[in-house]
């Protein structure tokens, strides 16, 4: 049963980029205002979340990395935006199957914090011989997750990564992405033992200023901001894209569907054509997209950590953002 669960999990997650989406997801999902990561070997050895949300109350700690617990399934309305959401209730379980789980949180009316310590899927003693029961301890409200030695139960995994600084590549790579797309929410992240952070973005920044400084400026300066929707289709799309007077080597596609971030093979084709026709050749734009579509119309039955979604009138859609965002840009031509 043990070696099934550390299976699935590690197909779950499969590098610690992966852990570190589901920890943002969770802190955005708990309300928080601020969001501070601490990284050490590229997340291998150290993956850390301090959030300011809701925190976690103390009740709920025994079971909170079993599978399938989770606290956002109030009702069945709320069942079909988790299913948006790929799996419900499977991160933190997952996680603590193939890591060293820490969780410290403290609710607003609670007298303190608590500190949890999880093997396995249960709570587990922080020191061999004390009890499993979490612990009162100091602690602002929110909740820290610190995520210790990723896939040390599956050690030909941890031998599989070969170069540490291509995972941190990859997690400030998303970090960025959430920090574009929820502006209201302040974002580090931090190499452990570095002084000064990777990324430093205050709450309450617009998207477009977030783009400038975490993209650059040459993108910020050929920025056009675009919002859509149909009733019909079933969907409303906004974002930011380049025009003409930017390009790039490659294309920086961010793609967010029901506030998720995915990957989207076919939206992303669609959109290069439509830069295809006015950019000059080998030249790439920039574009940042968020889809908001009916979550009983989203199909996520695809491999998680693939990211792929697809959805009821896909080919419309994507038809019709396209056609927006190349109207968009004519004008900013013209
Ligand atoms: P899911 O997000 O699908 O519910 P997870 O395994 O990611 O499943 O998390 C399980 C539960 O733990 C969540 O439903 C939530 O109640 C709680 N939780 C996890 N992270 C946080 C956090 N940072 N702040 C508050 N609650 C959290
Ligand atoms: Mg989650």
Not at 193 to 222: F, K, M, Q, W
Request: glycine residues 6%.
């Amino acid at each position: 049963q043990d070696v099934v669960n550390k299976i699935a999990a590690g197909e779950i997650i499969v590098a610690p980029v992966n852990a570190l989406k589901e920890l943002m997801e969770n802190s955005v999902d708990a309300g928080a205002a601020s969001l501070e990561i601490l990284v050490k070997d590229g997340g291998l050895k150290l993956l850390q979340v301090t959030d300011n949300g809701c925190g976690i109350e103390k009740e709920d700690l025994p079971i909170l990395c079993e599978r399938f617990t989770t606290s956002k399934l109030q009702k069945f309305e709320d069942l079909q935006t988790i299913a948006t959401y790929g799996f419900r209730g499977e991160a933190l379980a997952s996680i603590s199957h193939i890591a060293h789980l820490t969780v410290t949180t403290k609710t607003k009316d609670s007298s303190c914090a608590w500190r949890a310590v999880y093997e396995g899927g249960k709570l587990t003693p922080a020191k061999p011989g004390q009890s499993a029961d979490p612990k009162p301890v100091a602690g602002r409200q929110g909740t820290q997750i610190t995520v210790e030695d990723l896939f040390y139960t599956i050690p030909t995994r941890q031998r599989a990564f070969r170069s540490t600084s291509d995972e941190y590549s990859k997690i400030i790579d998303m970090v960025r992405r959430y920090a574009v797309h929820c502006p209201h929410v302040g974002f580090s992240c931090k190499k452990h033992g570095e002084s000064s952070a990777t990324i430093a973005i205050p709450a309450h920044t617009s998207r477009s200023d977030r783009i400038r400084r975490l993209y650059g400026g040459s993108v910020a300066n050929g920025l056009t901001e675009f919002s859509t929707s149909d009733d019909q289709l079933g969907f409303k799309a906004s974002g930011f894209a380049t025009n003409a007077n930017y390009s790039a080597k490659k294309t920086t596609f961010l793609l967010f569907i029901n506030h998720r971030c995915v990957e989207s093979f076919k939206i992303r084709k669609a959109i290069e054509q439509t830069y295809a026709s006015f950019l000059p050749k080998n030249s790439h734009p920039f574009v940042y997209l968020s889809l908001e579509i009916d979550p009983r119309k989203v199909d996520v039955n695809v491999h998680p950590t693939k990211q792929e979604v697809h959805f009821l009138n896909e080919d419309e859609t994507i038809q019709a953002v396209c056609e927006h965002l190349r109207s968009e840009l004519a004008q900013v031509d013209a």
